[in-house]
């Protein structure tokens, strides 16, 4: 039992140390979205707990719809839906207009306030670098399958509701270039080059901004999209990156 005992104590220590070291780290690197404690701002490069404070907004709309303004995303409130099991409080659309600006295609979504804010911290600070540096653009607009859909996880039976029947879900299906090129998740995830690498790099860079994100490596349902959702467990941590 004392052996026991000085090995869970060796393990608290250890573990201590380290989150420690981590704190240390973040604080020199003066990187405010690498600590657990300041503001959200759609503005920082992101950081370790970028992802979890997005998740975060779910529980103040209010908060969430003035960081989309501080940071010069313009939208509107869209009136609360209630549909059975499904429908949301927290719902906007993004407007054209304002210092910063993301285009939809075929037309522009009804989203979350949390989702809205993930899609925008994705588009500048992984989508756009991106974009640059494996095809020499910039994205024109996202080309989607849509947001809020009153369903069920594929699969799931009649108990696991879709991030999609709270908007907290977008299906990506592809981008658009300032210059009209598409790039398709269906067409060009195997295709190999720069538009592959591209496609990859933002699914990646995803990962650290939602709570869940499917690709064509999870399997054949998600082939021609990128399933993004914005779930609340993403505020502890508890992410899915496929």
């Known amino acids: 039992m004392r052996a026991l005992r000085r090995t869970f104590g060796a393990i608290a220590l250890a573990a201590l140390l380290l989150c420690g070291g981590f704190l240390l780290f973040a604080m020199l690197r003066g990187r405010p979205q ?32 003035a960081l989309l303004r501080r940071a010069g995303v313009q939208f509107d409130v869209l009136p609360e ?8 409080g927290d719902g906007v659309r993004l407007a054209i207009g304002g210092s910063r600006r993301i285009g939809f295609l075929p037309d522009v979504p009804a989203v979350s306030c949390p989702m809205a804010a993930a899609l925008a911290v994705w588009e500048w600070q992984v989508v756009q670098p991106a974009a640059r ?18 369903r069920h996880i594929a699969g799931a039976g009649e108990t696991g509701w879709s991030e999609h029947s709270t908007a907290d879900a977008l299906d990506i299906a592809g981008f658009r270039l300032d210059d009209a090129t598409r790039i398709t998740i269906k067409r060009d995830w195997n295709g190999g080059g720069e538009k592959a690498a591209f496609l990859r790099e933002v699914r990646d860079g995803a990962c650290r901004l939602f709570a869940t994100v499917l690709s064509p490596d999870y399997n054949a349902a998600h082939q021609d999209h990128l399933h993004l959702d914005q779930a609340e467990r993403g505020e502890w941590g508890w992410r899915s990156c496929r």
């Open 34 to 65: 690498d600590m657990p404690w300041t503001p959200l701002d759609l503005g920082e490069p992101v950081g370790t707990f970028t992802g979890r404070k997005l998740a975060g907004l779910t529980h103040d709309f209010a908060r969430c719809q």
């Open 81 to 88: 839906v209630e549909d059975g099991h499904c429908g949301y």
């Open 133 to 150: 540096k494996h095809l020499g653009r910039q994205v024109y607009a996202f080309e989607h399958y849509g947001s809020y859909a009153c």
